[in-house]
């Protein structure tokens, strides 16, 4: 009787065997989009909820950005509550009843709370609706400052200084809420490869 000498097993190696490893993942139900569009990486996130806050790499200056718009709306907000007649005179060179500025006063102190809490969060939705807040606040604010300035037919320094600063702040949070929702290169990659 002669035999045959065997040949040497080969060993498979599954990590790296990248056919093995996508049906793995396919049976557990990790790497593809979720029907929120998430991608979970193990199942591990996947049963816990995926925490945005621990993907999400914040634009440079971003946290400076809030801290600078929160202060400054807290400050208005409160020129505004105490001393309504010289905000008003300042900027328009008119004079107004005290409650409409008092109103507005405690409107902007509300959307500053915003501004505040969306500087200590991690989680990016919250800092999102914080920036969509402050954006949605400068453009209602400068529609009502321009038509005001139109009926009255007034354009004084300090009244277009206002106006390009609004325009500024408006674009400098649109950049940033544009920035957070991107989605990363690597995401996107992943996305595309799992189709």
Not at 17 to 45: A, F, M, N, P, Y
Not at 69 to 90: K, R
């Amino acid at each position: 009787m002669s035999s045959k000498p065997q040949p040497p097993l080969m060993k498979k190696h599954s990590q790296t065997d990248l056919v093995s490893r996508l049906k793995t993942r396919k049976i557990l139900g990790v790497g593809g989009e979720d029907d929120d569009g998430e991608i979970h990486r193990s199942k591990i996130s996947q049963m816990l909820g995926n925490q945005m806050r621990f993907g999400v790499r914040e634009p440079i200056g971003l946290r400076i950005w809030i801290l600078m718009s929160a202060v400054l709306f807290t400050t208005i907000a409160l020129i505004a509550l105490v001393f309504p007649s010289q905000l008003y005179e300042f900027v328009f060179e008119l004079r107004t009843t005290r409650i409409s500025i008092r109103l507005y006063g405690g409107a902007l102190l509300s959307v500053s709370l915003i501004m505040w809490k969306g500087l200590y969060t991690a989680e990016k939705a919250i800092i999102q609706w914080t920036l969509l807040s402050e954006a949605c606040l400068l453009s209602v604010q400068f529609l009502v400052t321009i038509i005001t300035l139109v009926e009255l037919g007034l354009m004084s320094n300090s009244a277009i200084l206002l106006l390009l600063s609004e325009v500024l702040f408006l674009i400098i949070t649109l950049l940033y809420y544009y920035h957070l929702g991107r989605r990363t290169k690597k995401t996107q990659n992943h996305t595309h490869s799992s189709d």
